[in-house]
């Protein structure tokens, strides 16, 4: 009898055990801090999960109710009051698979900071596992300690934000989501100290330019990284064939949120091509509406070759499934991820490859077609567009990731002006976008400009006066977002020599005021003699232009530029004048 009721405690633990394991649908939970029951003042004196960084004079987190991403209160880590050094701590694991997540404000023009410590610090010993710096205006930069470059990241300011860090003890890797957007991923226990542990989080403030919230702490347990779940655990593909994408589930993606905590969940396989040649990934006809993406790199290093949505049928009458085409080098592995933007059901997708393709003229960045000044038409957009997917580093503005393209390429001889014209030969609603830098990733592209519309006389794009270097090659995009695929337009590409005002001269004899601005906007000028052209315009992070003017055979005078419908933000005033050019950084309030 004892023997039977041994048996039955034991079974009653298992299922006990099997039913406390944490699961991507229910995580378990191992702290939570919603900031709520909790007076005003230092949390480090009314909670054990904060301390403050010991010796000197360092106060902890301030509860405040100033502001609140839920409830009435949130910790304020403010420079100007104190030097704040406060530290959430986790538990001190060295084992398991966790995410710790929390809720951030960072204001306009102010400047925030948190890191991980592998151990809790002494006044002599630091054991940093990474440091983040939002270093003002919503641009930050995550500094590890693997001897890798520092990762420029974006964040939004003056609204609340999440931040997550997936952290994987059992195979030592490290993941960060700063928005909607992974910032990088990393072997967890390198650092300052090299150690498999996390003990905390820590808010800091340099100096009283420092001032963000902090909301919402939470770190759970999630499930061991299983096949598939994670680019360090993709399946290997050896042959191009169909393959089964399972029903999307855990954490594995996070790529890009799109506003929400879709695409969170991911599935993962790899494939290395024998040869250099031209890859494709499709869904089409799975009756899943999908996304799928193509990387190439490392797992710790992951470069976008390419991305779709919506571009062919599911099967049931939706342009919803996906279709990429990447060109890749052979004996490189590349990584193809689908996940649940749409939806987390199961589909087939097919990976091809087309070994020894040479990419079609003007279809990839690649291969796009080289021209000098002159006009030209576009006769389909059929190509693998960069900016058309979501976003992705230094586009920071989605135009949804089905639209195709058509590329070309200029090189200047001189430095110089480049205009990109849509205004005279087209009758469509046309976008544009221009970059330099590699072509094999969407990460070495740099955004010098786009225009959707600008024409004034109709919906054609205008990029007027970009600045353009000698020998740097100019990749020039059209997409046919707004177009749709076959229809005929024409552009205009000019190109204007540098010429002799410098641009000392130019920036003697402009004033910009007032700064910060409202609704109206005045460029001064004077200069010692007449200057034959003044092209003045107000760009966007984007470089889209959002107002211009031009100004000929001008010496002296005062430029009023509306900024009515302009959101607030920080935006640059681009005012050329005879070849020279300078910027002025403009906010508006």
């Not at 991507?24 to 904060?50: F, M, R």
């Not at 949130?74 to 986790?90: E, N, Q, Y």
């Not at 089905?402 to 046309?430: H, K, N, R, V």
């Not at 002296?556 to 607030?568: C, D, F, S, V, Y």
Request: proline content about 4%.
């Amino acid at each position: 009898m004892k023997n039977i009721y041994a048996i039955i405690s034991f079974l009653l633990l298992a299922a006990w055990n099997l039913s406390a394991q944490p699961t991507c649908d229910n995580p378990e939970l191992v702290l939570e801090d919603d900031i709520e029951n909790y007076a005003s003042g230092d949390v480090t004196l009314q909670s054990p999960n904060w301390e403050v960084w010991p010796g000197g004079d360092a106060t902890g987190g301030i509860v405040t109710d100033e502001l609140a991403n839920s409830g009435t209160n949130a910790i304020k880590i403010d420079g100007a009051v104190s030097t704040t050094d406060a530290l959430f701590l986790l538990g001190d694991q060295t084992s398991g698979h966790y995410i710790l997540r929390w809720e951030m404000y960072v204001p306009d023009s102010t400047k925030a900071y948190f890191s991980l410590l592998h151990e809790f610090p002494t006044e002599s010993s630091v054991s940093w596992g990474f440091e983040a710096y939002l270093t003002g205006e919503g641009a930050g930069r995550l500094e590890l300690y693997d001897g890798s470059d520092d990762v420029a990241f974006a964040y939004p300011t003056n609204v609340w934000f999440t931040v997550r860090l997936l952290l994987d003890l059992d195979n030592d890797e490290a993941r960060l989501l700063v928005g909607e957007r992974t910032v990088d991923a990393w072997q967890f226990s390198t650092g300052s100290t090299q150690l498999l542990q996390m003990n905390s989080i820590e808010f800091w403030v340099e100096d009283e330019s420092y001032l963000f919230y902090i909301d919402d702490l939470n770190l759970s347990e999630i499930p061991a990284a299983e096949e598939g779940q994670y680019c360090y655990t993709a399946v290997e593909i050896t042959t191009p064939d169909f393959y089964q994408v399972p029903e999307l589930s855990c954490f594995g993606a996070g790529y890009d949120l799109t506003g929400n905590a879709g695409a969170f969940a991911g599935y993962w396989f790899s494939y290395t091509p024998p040869e250099d040649g031209i890859l494709s990934i499709a869904s089409c006809g799975g009756q899943v509406d999908t996304r799928g993406w193509i990387f190439s790199g490392e797992c710790h290093d992951l470069k976008t070759v390419g991305v779709n949505d919506d571009r062919c049928d599911t099967g049931l009458g939706d342009d919803y499934a996906s279709y990429r085409e990447a060109v890749v080098t052979g004996g490189t592995t590349y990584y193809i991820l689908w996940d649940d933007v749409w939806e987390a059901d199961a589909t087939a997708f097919e990976l091809a490859f087309q070994p020894g393709a040479e990419p079609e003229p003007g279809k990839f960045c690649q291969s796009a077609t080289a021209i000098t000044p002159g006009s030209y038409e576009v006769l389909e957009m059929t190509g693998e567009a960069a900016v058309g997917g979501p976003n992705i580093n230094n586009t920071a503005s989605s135009i949804t990731s089905y639209a195709q393209s058509e590329w070309f390429a200029f090189t200047p001889e001189t430095d110089g002006f480049m205009t990109i014209s849509a205004c005279e030969l087209s009758a469509s609603d046309t976008h544009v976008f221009v970059y330099s830098g590699d072509c094999s990733s969407f990460e070495g592209l740099t955004l010098e400009g786009q225009d959707r519309s600008s024409c004034p006389q109709n919906d054609g794009s205008l990029l007027d006066s970009l600045f353009v270097t000698a020998g740097t090659t100019y990749y020039i995009e059209w997409v046919d977002r707004w177009t749709g695929g076959a229809e005929l337009f024409g552009w205009d590409l000019i190109f204007e020599e540098f010429t002799d005002v410098s641009e000392a001269q130019l920036d003697a004899g402009l004033q910009v005021f007032p700064n910060p601005a409202g609704e109206q906007l005045y460029v001064r000028y004077e200069f010692g003699e007449t200057v034959d052209d003044i092209n003045v315009q107000l760009m966007d992070a984007l470089g889209r232009s959002l107002r211009h003017a031009r100004l000929n055979a001008a010496q002296a005078g005062t430029l009023e530029m509306n900024l009515a419908n302009i959101p607030a933000g920080l935006y640059m005033l681009r005012v050329s004048a005879d070849g020279a050019m300078v910027t002025r950084p403009v906010v508006v309030r």
